[in-house]
């Protein structure tokens, strides 16, 4: 499916319950990787624990272009301490779980854990 850019980041709340902070996240993954990049495949799902509530996200991320391995090393360097600007949620874990190049340029699997900001 095709989704444009603007739909994804204005998510919306269901019912009684918070927006997905997905669409906003990867749209900054986006920005702080830099063009030539895009995001492959994205997954959430709910996730809770004693004391809070989020949401646990799986994303393959691609970056492509001559300076490919400059701006992987940009955006993985400091990646755990990164600010996300998420309406009612914030990133208390993310990290690559796995990274490779292929014909088509670097790729990356990340793993993310944002919590609702109460």
């Given at each position: ?11 919306q709340a269901i019912g009684g319950g918070s927006p997905d902070p997905l669409p906003r996240l990867l749209a900054q993954m986006l920005a702080r990787a830099g063009a030539p990049a895009t995001i492959e495949r994205a ?76």
């Amino acid at each position: 499916h095709y989704f444009r850019q603007p739909n994804l980041i204005r998510s919306q709340a269901i019912g009684g319950g918070s927006p997905d902070p997905l669409p906003r996240l990867l749209a900054q993954m986006l920005a702080r990787a830099g063009a030539p990049a895009t995001i492959e495949r994205a997954t959430s799902r709910p996730w809770a624990s004693a004391l809070f509530e989020g949401r646990r996200h799986a994303i393959g991320l691609r970056i492509a272009g001559p300076d490919r391995q400059e701006r992987q090393t940009a955006f993985t360097t400091g990646l755990g301490d990164a600010e996300w600007a998420l309406s009612g949620h914030f990133v208390a874990d993310i990290c690559v779980d796995e990274a490779g190049e292929d014909a088509e340029g670097l790729w990356l699997q990340l793993s993310a854990l944002t919590i609702r900001d109460w």
